[in-house]
Each structure stands twice: as C-alpha cells, then as structure tokens.
C-alpha cells in the first residue's frame, strides 16, 4: 500500500507563513499561541482543506477498467531505488474545516471491492473472471483479521519490512458496516456516474463525520469514564463515534478492547490510570487526527541517541526529541507531527 497526502493553499499558506513546517518554528509558535488553521469565509474562500490517498499496486487478477489508476513512482525498501509501479485507488479522505466544524468535517470513501463483493463472478470484455475481494480472502474465514504483522526483517532495518519477503497479506474485515442510509445514497450516486461511464462508479462512501454541538466540552478519560469519555473523546459531540477507512486505519479495527486506548490519556489527573473497561471500538477520524501534536519544546535524551556535526554540536536524530504537547494542539493535522524535522538536522 502507498499513501499521499495533498493540502490546499489555505492550509499550506498558514503553515508558511507561521514557520509550522519545523519544529523550531511550532515551539516558537506555540509560546503564545494556538494553531487555528483557517475555516471558510462564507463567501468564496474555503477554510483548510486536507486529502489523503491509498494507492494498491495493480495486480494480475484485478480488473483494471473497475479502477481509478495512475503511474506512481515510489521506492523499492529492498533496493532504495525509485521505480514506477500501475497504482489503483483504494480509499480516499477528505478533511475540510469550517466556522460549524471547528473540529472539522471528514468523509471517507473507499473501493467497493476492498472488502466484498457483490458477485464472485462477473463478465468482463466478454470473459469469465473470477471476482474476488482485494482485502479479504474468503477462503480463511476463521484467520484474525486486522492484525499487523510482525517485520520481517532485523531491527536494524529502520522500516522493519522486505518487499521481496512481505508475501502474505493481512486479511481485513470491516468492524462496523456501512450504515444503511448511506448505502441507498452510494446505490443512487453510483447509477447516476455508471450512466456517464465514471470509473467513480465502483467507489462508495463508507461515511463522514462532523461536530453535532460544536461547543460541547470533551470528557477526559480516567477510570470509570468510559463510554462517556469515548463519546465525547473530542470536543463537539461528534457523529457519528465510530468512521474509520479500511485501507488506512486497518489495524485500528479489533472491536472488543479495553477502553483506554480511545481515551485521552494525557488528560489524565494525577495518579490516575487509563479506563481498562471492555468496551466495543475501532477509532474515528476526528479521533485519531486530534492525538496529532505539534512540537513544544525539547528534551534531552541519553547519550547515544545524537550525533555531532563537524563542529562538534550536537544534532539530534530526526528530530526525535521533540516534546509533541497535548492532544489537540495540532489542531487535528499529524502533518505537522509526522512531517517536520528539526533545523540541525539535514535530514
């Protein structure tokens, strides 16, 4: 699987123009203010705007015409050579912020054959073909689903994955089904673009999720808080719970699981441990975005983690040892998390 991820203007002037794309410029930052990334104006302009994209490489047994492709070029882990490679797309979100949305409106669409299908066998420019999810493996219905394996390769290896080995795929089972309502929605939108000859026609939209009462507090998590706390684990009551996207948040999906890792955890008072009640769960969008954190400072980490310019200065490692504030100070964004490096590091 390949992910990309594209940012309007608005967004990306906001990061330019505040320094937010280091970390030394997001510490600066953050001594005095919040990160606010713009909403719409109610006129022409839109508020921040950001789309993620899951790529699967084409496969001999896919129909290539049921898919949406593109030559990417992308880095082979085994050889550290770019290479094109067919790339089909598989799920896709939409983030946007508004004035209503302060937390943001998600929607989340994905492939319809991720993870069934509708027909086992279909007829294709006149052929027979086997139709088979992309996903899911309907002939080991009793293997665990949505579990990350183990790397296959030393430690040593910073991505901890061979292409050459990674030969057996992950068998995905979506945890909770499309609601209804948006079924008979994806049913009416995919006729209209199967009349224009879309390739669209073979996506669907599994939901969107946006703040129901956009100034209702969140609830901190701690023992004895859950459900309430996995409801309401951001501000704004958000609906619905639960929405999360096959293709990137698959190992999110274990259903039955102790409730503290959908809580806030670093809102916890004092003494106080993590909600260990079993409760049903996957995460959501809005959920796992508002763990994002932007750089506040930074910390000394033991000998051995830095390295030394050639004025002797220390440089720390990727900018490993920044301190992330609290949930929420990205104001919902990891790219600022997962995208910036320190200013000493050439990297």
């Given at each position: 699987?390949?992910?990309?991820?594209?940012?309007?203007?608005?967004?990306?002037?906001?990061?330019?123009?505040?320094?937010?794309?280091?970390?030394?410029?997001?510490?600066?930052?953050?001594?005095?203010?919040?990160?606010?990334?713009?909403?719409?104006?109610?006129?022409?302009?839109?508020?921040?705007?950001?789309v993620?994209?899951?790529?699967?490489?084409?496969?001999?047994?896919?129909?290539?015409?049921?898919?949406?492709?593109?030559?990417?070029?992308?880095?082979?882990?085994?050889?550290?050579?770019?290479?094109?490679?067919?790339?089909?797309?598989?799920?896709?979100?939409?983030?946007?912020?508004?004035?209503?949305?302060?937390t943001?409106?998600?929607?989340?669409f994905?492939?319809?054959?991720?993870?069934?299908?509708k027909?086992?066998?279909?007829?294709?420019?006149?052929?027979?073909?086997?139709?088979?999810?992309?996903?899911?493996?309907?002939?080991?219905?009793t293997?665990?689903?949505?579990?990350?394996?183990?790397?296959?390769?030393?430690?040593?290896?910073?991505?901890?994955?061979?292409?050459?080995?990674?030969?057996?795929?992950?068998?995905?089972?979506?945890?909770?089904?499309?609601?209804?309502?948006?079924?008979?929605?994806?049913?009416?939108?995919?006729?209209?673009?199967?009349?224009?000859?879309?390739?669209?026609?073979?996506?669907?939209?599994?939901?969107?999720?946006?703040?129901?009462?956009?100034?209702?507090?969140?609830?901190?998590?701690?023992?004895?808080?859950?459900?309430?706390?996995?409801?309401?684990?951001?501000?704004?009551?958000?609906l619905?719970?639960?929405?999360?996207?096959?293709t990137?948040?698959?190992?999110?999906?274990?259903?039955v699981?102790?409730?503290?890792?959908?809580?806030?955890?670093?809102?916890?008072?004092?003494?106080?441990?993590?909600?260990?009640?079993?409760v049903?769960?996957?995460?959501?969008?809005?959920?796992?975005?508002?763990?994002?954190?932007?750089?506040?400072?930074?910390?000394?980490?033991?000998?051995?983690?830095?390295?030394?310019?050639?004025?002797?200065?220390?440089?720390?490692?990727?900018?490993?040892?920044?301190?992330?504030?609290?949930n929420?100070?990205?104001?919902?964004?990891?790219?600022?998390?997962?995208?910036?490096?320190?200013?000493?590091?050439?990297?």
């Amino acid at each position: 699987m390949r992910y990309e991820v594209v940012l309007n203007d608005v967004e990306y002037n906001y990061i330019v123009e505040n320094k937010l794309y280091n970390q030394e410029g997001q510490a600066e930052f953050l001594r005095d203010k919040q990160i606010d990334f713009p909403a719409n104006d109610g006129t022409t302009r839109h508020g921040a705007i950001e789309v993620k994209f899951a790529w699967k490489e084409i496969g001999p047994n896919d129909i290539r015409s049921h898919f949406f492709v593109r030559t990417g070029t992308v880095m082979n882990q085994d050889t550290g050579k770019f290479e094109p490679r067919e790339l089909a797309l598989v799920g896709m979100h939409i983030a946007m912020r508004t004035h209503s949305s302060p937390t943001w409106i998600w929607s989340t669409f994905e492939h319809v054959d991720n993870v069934r299908v509708k027909e086992p066998e279909l007829v294709v420019d006149g052929r027979l073909v086997q139709h088979r999810p992309s996903f899911y493996n309907p002939d080991l219905p009793t293997e665990v689903p949505n579990m990350l394996p183990a790397p296959n390769v030393p430690a040593a290896n910073p991505t901890g994955w061979s292409e050459a080995l990674t030969t057996t795929p992950v068998q995905v089972v979506r945890v909770i089904p499309i609601d209804p309502s948006t079924e008979t929605l994806n049913t009416a939108v995919q006729s209209l673009l199967a009349r224009e000859g879309s390739v669209f026609q073979y996506y669907e939209l599994i939901g969107t999720q946006w703040p129901s009462r956009p100034a209702a507090p969140a609830i901190p998590g701690g023992e004895g808080s859950a459900p309430e706390s996995i409801i309401r684990k951001t501000t704004g009551e958000v609906l619905p719970v639960y929405l999360t996207n096959m293709t990137m948040e698959t190992y999110f999906q274990k259903g039955v699981q102790p409730a503290g890792p959908l809580e806030q955890d670093d809102r916890l008072a004092p003494g106080m441990s993590p909600d260990k009640t079993p409760v049903f769960g996957t995460e959501s969008c809005v959920g796992c975005h508002y763990s994002a954190g932007a750089t506040i400072g930074f910390r000394t980490l033991p000998n051995g983690q830095f390295r030394r310019d050639d004025q002797g200065r220390k440089i720390p490692i990727l900018g490993e040892n920044a301190n992330f504030g609290l949930n929420g100070n990205a104001n919902y964004s990891w790219l600022l998390q997962i995208e910036a490096r320190s200013t000493a590091d050439p990297n």
